[in-house]
Nanobody
């Protein structure tokens, strides 16, 4: 199983970013995919989740998770970013009763 995040970077407050997570090594269409984030000195927190059927829950109302089962990719669209959104963002897959993690991508929001 491999999860590779991309799309992170430095953005000004109020800006937008779209994160991508390319998945391989498992049946992506049968998985539940999630985005988590971890800010310095804080615990990892769930940001958004999308089921295999495409139903989604976004725990940050400025963020939207989506998936493309043809591309084996999950996305996180992040709008109106603020400094509190600065964190390492991780992609996670739950499949066959196991959870897998990507290496993370840094998102920094600063003027």
């Amino acid at each position: 199983v491999q999860l590779v995040e991309s799309g992170g970077g430095l953005v000004q407050p109020g800006g937008s970013l779209r994160l991508s997570c390319a998945a391989s090594g498992f049946t992506f269409s049968s998985s539940v995919m999630s985005w988590y984030r971890q800010a310095p000195g804080k615990e990892r927190e769930l940001v958004a989740v999308v089921t295999s059927a495409g139903g989604s829950t976004n725990f940050v109302d400025r963020f939207t998770i989506s998936r493309d089962n043809f591309k084996n990719t999950v996305y996180l669209q992040m709008n109106s970013l603020n400094v509190e959104d600065t964190a390492v963002y991780f992609c996670s897959a739950r499949w066959a009763f196991k959870r897998y993690w990507g290496q993370g991508t840094q998102v920094s929001v600063s003027s």
